[in-house]
């Protein structure tokens, strides 16, 4: 059975990479009919707060990612990371390293003056007893360190880059996997080593993460080994790419789901665009798609290697389909809590507000788009200068002179649209101008400009809320 895992660290909002790599998870997890998993990496004591646990949570949850066990907790499980700890040095696979900052900062001044690449020279990897004791007596405290032979040659096969091969050589020397602590402690074990113990205890059977945890991975699979665990499978995805090409940061504006949600971006398009960066549908599938149907059809061999470049056109197209195809109560829904952060408040008869996103819905490409849309549907506009001049052409103010008088006599209901047709002609023939000259004054009146959805529809909806009136009444003067 396919296990996978999203491994976030609190210690920030669900960032937009790793809500992508949780896409590719769960896709894959549920094409297989496999599982998805949680696991909240909260080891670093500092940075982690609660608050940022439960955004990741709700965020994965607004995009449509569920996952199938209670998420594991990186910290609660410390013990078992010390124990691995002590298997390593049991084994003679680990050690504990005397060097202090002092000393392997004058080591990496040398490393540099010599033009040679930082590493730890594992100046510590076979030191003896007495050197041990000595070092002791002197109260140094000591990391723990990995020992990674130069020799070793790393091979797996990654599900989207294929053959990958590193040479121990090349990770940096012997790698430290537990802080600093007096020497008779192991202090707290670090990042390789804990994914390591917690990917096998979970019983992962593929690791799917970013392409920056490349090196990573040639670490952890010679933890693997060391500690007699299987190694999963694994799949490095290409990074996020802002349109000059350089890693999507910070400078891009938008970096959290937060951002794209109050942005007005539905979880729809977005799920669908973090999908489409990264992986090409197969041949006679649409671009817009629900996760669901992604699942149905999602493998690796068609995930690029090179980094996905963030489109935003692109996005906002998704945005805008999904948008134009919601039905006039899902709308409503989504953009019924925006209207009420305005103060406006929506008449009683639901069918009032249902028939204004029918109308609203086809223009929308951001969901706040729609809170200026529907302004002049809540509060009155002022008479804009294409309106105004509107009202100046002759005849104008007299035909809807004729039409408040006609409606003044013969209310209408804002119902029957052909009623509003006869009284528009009946208006404009009394004051001898074209129904278009009186239609776009009818515009003006009630929007303040000249632009803007239906007219008929506009008029309907306005009359109904008892807004037809006083607007054109203050354009007569
Ligand atoms: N906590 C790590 C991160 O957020 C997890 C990486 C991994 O998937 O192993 O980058």
């Known amino acids: 059975m ?51 646990t439960t955004n990741i949570l709700e965020g994965l949850a607004w995009l449509g990612i569920d996952w199938d066990e209670d998420p594991t907790i990186q910290s609660e499980r410390v013990h078992e990371h010390r124990s691995a700890i002590q298997l390593l040095l049991d084994r003679g696979l680990a050690y504990r390293c005397y060097a202090n900052e002092e000393e ?70 012997d790698m430290v996997i537990a802080r600093r602590a007096p020497a008779d402690q192991i202090g707290d074990p670090l990042y390789n080593l804990v994914v390591v113990v917690d990917d096998a205890a979970m019983a992962i059977t593929h690791v799917i993460r970013g392409e920056d945890h490349i090196a990573n991975t040639a670490k952890q699979l010679l933890l693997y080994q060391a500690l007699e665990l299987t190694a999963p499978v694994f799949a490095h995805t290409p990074l996020i790419l802002n ?12 970096t959290s789901i937060n951002d794209f949600r109050s942005m007005g971006y539905t979880a729809e398009a977005i799920a669908n665009y973090m999908t489409l960066l990264g992986w090409s549908v197969p041949e006679g599938m649409e671009e817009r798609f629900t996760l669901m149907q992604a699942a149905e059809v999602f493998s690796f061999d068609r995930v690029n290697k090179a980094g996905a470049r963030f489109d935003w056109d692109k996005l906002n197209w998704l945005n805008a389909q999904v948008l134009h195809g919601l039905t006039p109560q899902q709308l409503l829904d989504d953009i019924s809590p ?74 209408w209901d804002g119902g029957d649209i052909a009623v509003a047709q006869s009284l528009l002609a009946g208006a404009a023939n009394k004051a001898g101008v074209k129904k278009g000259v009186l239609m776009k004054s009818l515009r003006a009146g009630l929007l303040g400009r000249l632009q803007g959805p239906d007219l008929i529809t506009t008029w309907s909806l306005l009359t109904r809320v008892g807004q037809d009136l006083p607007r054109l009444k203050r354009c007569l003067s």
Not at 384 to 409: F, N
Request: proline residues 5%; contains cysteine; hydrophobic residues 35%.
């Open 243 to 254: 349109a000059e090409g350089r890693k999507l940061s910070k400078r891009d504006g938008v």
């Open 338 to 411: 925006l209207w009420r952060e305005q103060g406006w408040s929506l008449p009683e008869d639901v069918s009032w507000s249902l028939a204004l996103c029918e109308l609203l819905g086809p223009s929308l490409t951001l969901l706040k788009d729609g809170i200026d849309q529907a302004k002049p549907f809540f509060v009155c506009p002022e008479l804009e200068d294409d309106g105004l001049k509107q009202l100046e052409v002759e005849g104008a103010r007299g035909a809807l002179g004729q039409l408040v008088e006609s409606l003044e006599s013969d209310p």
């Open 2 to 52: 396919v296990r996978v895992r999203l491994a976030p660290s609190p210690t920030g909002t669900l960032h937009i990479g790793t809500a992508r790599t949780a896409v590719f998870n769960w896709l894959f997890a549920r094409h297989q009919k496999g599982q998805f998993l949680l696991r909240i990496e909260d080891t670093d004591k500092e940075r982690s707060k609660p608050e940022f």
């Open 104 to 173: 392997l900062a004058t080591m990496r001044e040398l490393q540099k003056a010599e033009n040679k690449a930082p590493r730890y020279d594992n100046r510590h990897r076979h030191l003896t007893a007495e050197q041990e004791a000595s070092f002791q007596a002197k109260g140094r405290e000591a990391v723990i360190r990995f020992r990674i032979d130069d020799s070793e040659e790393i091979h797996w096969r990654d599900l989207v880059r294929g053959p990958m091969q590193w040479r121990g050589a090349d990770l940096g020397g």
